[in-house]
């Protein structure tokens, strides 16, 4: 296990600043995952961190020691990359065991560590094979044996799964839990999949643009994100982001969207009145909205009519494509196969749970 520090980052290549004042800290154990989408700078921070790339300006440090000047070999940390990068004329054995007789690892210890690596990766019996006699799913998990034989303080892995089907990357987001409770590395993880980032990991950084924009658990980005992108990012299906107006009537606070009016909780009235009379954007994740059918009567002051225009029926749930007031919105259902394109819905909005971001910088003001 090791700390890592990322302080002030920055990486240029030519006119084009990639990374910038990038700053992070990850604890002994920790899996992280810089997660964004492509071209945000992710595996440029990751690259810069195995000694691949050198930064522009800013120290890394692995366990207080600056690593800018040590070479990528002495930086006791293994990568996985993400098209596996396995030496096609070599069997999986000798795949797996190149990084140790790199090393001077004696014999003996290397045919330990094999027979432990392909156990632990349920690779019994492919030993003898090489890598096109494997499956993607078998090759991923190779290359992972590959670096975890080097028993390092940090395993950096650029979207290992991105090239499998989405049976196996469900099944390997499990291997890869399990392998980080069992040797407890500290782990730095990159994807575009905001899914493999909430599911694998202790702590979510999210990037946009080569900035480092919001840091916390995978349940604190997706439940409060700081701002308009985080929240547009994080989430599957993703939140429907709605142009509102913030208008105040007596002791009550509402939100206008063309003729709908939804009540704001009460407790949420002292961020939200430095913005009245002010255009917003309401953020209302689709499963905080509710057919009134199935509610009991609860929330029916948020209660508005829309049209049901597409359902896509996914066996434990529904989702469904409505128009409220002229806008489309995406709104989750259990699957109760109560409706159907055309059909005319009263839905709810849970206010409790939906967000109201500043139209000029996309702040979050609940925040």
């Not at 392909?118 to 003898?128: A, C, I, M």
């Not at 034989?149 to 987001?173: F, G, Q, W």
């Not at 049901?308 to 259990?334: H, K, N």
């Amino acid at each position: 296990m090791a700390e890592i520090t990322f302080s002030h980052i920055s990486k240029r290549f030519g006119k084009y600043e990639v990374v910038r004042d990038f700053n992070l800290t990850v604890q002994h154990g920790e899996f992280v995952t810089l997660v964004g989408p492509s071209g945000c700078g992710k595996t440029t921070t990751l690259r810069m961190l195995a000694g691949l790339e050198e930064p522009t300006s800013g120290d890394i440090l692995i366990d207080g020691r600056r690593v800018n000047d040590i070479p990528p070999q002495k930086r006791d940390l293994a990568m996985v990359f993400q098209s596996y990068a396995l030496f096609p004329h070599m069997t999986v054995a000798e795949n797996i065991a190149f990084g140790l007789k790199l090393k001077g690892v004696p014999r003996s210890t290397i045919v330990e560590k094999i027979d432990w690596a392909l156990k632990l990766l349920t690779l019994q019996g492919l030993d003898e094979r090489r890598p096109r006699d494997l499956s993607g799913g078998q090759r991923q998990r190779v290359a992972l044996a590959r670096a975890l034989v080097l028993t390092p303080k940090i395993l950096l892995l650029d979207e290992p799964l991105s090239n499998l089907d989405a049976k196996l990357r469900l099944r390997m987001r499990a291997e890869l839990k399990r392998i980080h409770r069992d040797l407890r590395s500290t782990i730095l993880y990159v994807t575009h999949d905001q899914v493999e980032a909430m599911s694998l990991s202790d702590r979510v950084a999210v990037m946009h643009e080569g900035s480092l924009v919001q840091v916390g658990t995978p349940l604190d980005v997706y439940r409060m994100p700081e701002n308009i992108f985080v929240a547009g990012f994080i989430g599957s299906p993703a939140i429907n982001l709605l142009p509102a107006h913030l208008t105040g009537k007596g002791n009550d606070i509402f939100i206008a969207i063309e003729s709908c009016r939804f009540a704001i909780p009460e407790r949420l009235h002292g961020a939200c009145r430095p913005y009245l009379e002010q255009d917003i954007t309401l953020g209302i994740r689709p499963e905080h909205i509710y057919d009134i059918r199935f509610t009991q009567g609860a929330l029916a002051y948020t209660a508005t009519d829309v049209t049901v225009d597409v359902v896509e029926p996914l066996g434990d749930r529904d989702i469904f494509e409505v128009t409220m007031a002229g806008i489309s919105l995406a709104m989750v259902t259990d699957a109760t196969g109560s409706a159907y394109p055309g059909m005319k819905l009263t839905i709810v909005f849970d206010m409790e749970k939906a967000h109201l971001f500043d139209r000029n910088s996309g702040n979050n003001i609940f925040v």
